[in-house]
């Protein structure tokens, strides 16, 4: 039997592509086997997971799980920089970019399984106009694209390829300056990746 640690699932019913009430009784079976005792918060809006880490934080749990995709990855991830909680992800978006890359399944209960792993990975990250970026960022077109395809409802890779082809003629090249340690960079083009 392990150690009671206590677990904090923050889950975001909007991510992806539908949300079925059955996750929140596969996260209490799955800890409730490993004897950890479990708390389970909803996202309200944009920035809620953040508020949500942090209050794990000042309450001392173990580990906090974020359930949703990249943004809701993102934004727990913003609320636990800085502290001694482990962050894990049960992927539920319709990207899934960060968990893809390390190796996080994709099926839920394959995924819920790595949850009593211990391997903790440390990851570099690094803020944007004070905002904290995991896995990666985007600026000019595919930042473009990102924040349409978070307003516009339609998610997955359809969704996603949809607003690409209808976005790509009509946008217009970006002003930017980008300073680092090495000084100030301005360009005036279109930035692409794909």
Not at 111 to 121: F, P, T
């Amino acid at each position: 039997m392990n150690e009671n640690k206590k677990v904090f699932f923050i889950i975001n019913r909007f991510s992806g592509t539908g949300y079925q009430d059955s996750i929140e009784g596969r996260i209490i079976d799955a800890c409730s086997s490993v004897n950890y005792e479990c708390t389970i918060e909803h996202t309200r809006d944009r920035g809620h997971a953040t508020e949500l880490a942090q209050t794990a934080v000042a309450e001392k749990f173990d580990m906090v799980f974020a359930v949703g995709g990249d943004g809701t990855v993102n934004e727990v991830a913003q609320g636990l920089v800085g502290s001694n909680v482990s962050m894990g992800i049960l992927p539920k978006g319709s990207g899934n970019g960060l968990a893809r890359h390390l190796g996080v399944p994709m099926k839920f209960s394959d995924a819920l399984k790595l949850m009593n792993s211990n391997q903790v990975i440390n990851m570099d990250t690094m803020s944007i106009n004070g905002k904290l970026s995991v896995n990666v960022s985007g600026i000019g077109f595919d930042g473009h694209v990102a924040g349409l395809f978070g307003k516009n409802g339609k998610r997955g890779l359809a969704g996603y390829t949809k607003l690409v082809l209808k976005e790509f003629m009509s946008y217009k090249e970006l002003q930017d300056k980008v300073d680092v340690d090495s000084g100030a960079h301005e360009t005036s083009r279109v930035i692409m990746s794909m």
